[in-house]
């Protein structure tokens, strides 16, 4: 089995004084192990919803989000809270659009902590040297490697994201969820990172989803979908590249 995420007839709606809302209406899409899905779409479209709703961070009133990977199958929409912190640690990489790094925590161990989350028994010295290994791995995969002992406030915007992206892979996820990566980087560290997420998608082959307004790198992309009120449409070039 290979790695997909496919999403069918995702809604989601929110209370609204005396009514609701419709934030996700009646979503699909489709996004293979080694490709990326880009979302377009005017501020409060939807995008972030659908973001959270396939973290398994909100729970969408109705539709399915089925997770395929070599070790199992699960629909993200019918997990128990405890089921789906577990799989988001285990099987979900998630890119906010702000770092949000540890201040106190030097680059090498922002990584080496998403590692022991949810654990309750002491780590064995072979782990950690396994774990941390791994962590080195990531920062010189994303160009950081002699960066690893400093902490964020040492680091340009460029370089804290690109900590922000290796510490997303740091558990080795199927499904890799971006949020606008480039929105507070000029044009160049911006150029960096979409060229970083595409080389690491293909290496890590992670089916992606990656929200952005810059319209300017979509030629890079899969596929390319527009949202619009909680309407999800995919773009009509990117069906012919498929």
Known sequence: MTTALTVADLTLTYPDGGGRITALDQVNLAVRGGEIAAITGPSGSGKSSLLAAVSTLIRPDAGCMLLETPSGSWDLAALSRREAAALRRDQIGIV??????????TALEQLEAMTHLGQTFLVSPRRCRETRAH?????????????????????SGGQRQRVNIARALMNNPALLVID??????DQERGAAIIDL?????????AATLLV?????????????YSMIDGRLTRNAASLAVA
Do not use: C, W, Y
């Open 96 to 105: 906010f659009q702000q770092p949000n790094l540890v201040p106190a925590l």
């Open 135 to 155: 962590a080195m791995e990531l920062l010189a995969a994303v160009g950081l490697a002699d960066h690893h002992h400093k902490r964020p406030a040492h680091l």
């Open 180 to 185: 606008e990566p480039t929105s507070a980087l």
């Open 212 to 224: 952005t307004h810059d319209h300017s790198h979509l030629h890079q992309m899969d596929a390319v």
């Open 197 to 205: 997420i595409l080389q690491v998608v293909h290496d890590h082959q």
